[in-house]
């Protein structure tokens, strides 16, 4: 692979939820240019299975002026994937999971984003003692989906969500999913 070297690298701006800036290469040709980025906390995704059901969310999303469903999703806070799982899940929809595991960790939209995903499958699920503890941004319904219709209905949902499509296709793929 031919050398890439960083020149400099500059923050632009900072908010509550991101980062962003550029970084300044000198290419392989010897040319240079500037790659902007913005870096974003790590984030999980949990799949909630609750037997012939997944237990997913609808809400508003203003970015986009659209209502979506979606999978339960989240920052990670210092917490490993998985514990991440437990605790969104319990806060959006006052669940509780016997197990978690990780399906898949990777990095998001690697073109301008420093920001990694992980997959959690969440299964065994029961009403949470403490209930639900939504943010003061949050107005979520929680909807139940048959683990059979999960991904079409994802898929043909519009907007279709990112995160839920690879959430549903990972669990798919591992057999979670019919």
């Known amino acids: 692979m031919d050398d890439w070297t960083l020149r400099t690298s500059a923050t632009e701006y900072e908010t509550p939820w991101y980062t962003g800036g550029y970084d300044r290469y000198e290419q392989p ?6 790659y902007y980025w913005a870096s974003l906390p790590d984030a999980v995704v949990v799949v909630a299975l609750d037997g012939d059901d997944v237990v997913m969310v609808s809400q508003y999303r203003p970015v986009i002026d659209a209502h979506c469903l979606e999978l339960v999703a989240g920052i990670v806070e210092d917490e490993s994937y998985e514990a991440a799982a437990r605790r969104e899940l319990r806060e959006e929809t006052g669940y509780d999971a016997d197990s978690v595991t990780l399906l898949q960790e990777f ?11 992980g997959i959690v499958v969440a299964e065994g699920l029961s009403e949470s003692a ?3 503890e939504l943010d003061s941004n949050e107005f979520i319904e929680v909807e139940r989906v048959p683990r059979e219709d999960a991904l079409a209905r994802a898929r043909t949902e519009q907007p279709a969500n990112d995160a839920t499509l690879e959430g549903l296709l990972l669990a798919s793929a591992d057999d979670y999913l019919p």
């Not at 040709?29 to 500037?34: A, F, L, R, T």
């Not at 998001?108 to 995903?117: E, K, Q, Y």
């Open 29 to 34: 040709d010897g040319s240079e240019k500037n």
């Open 107 to 117: 990095a998001v939209a690697t073109g301008v984003l420093r920001h990694n995903r």
């Open 130 to 132: 403490e209930g639900r």
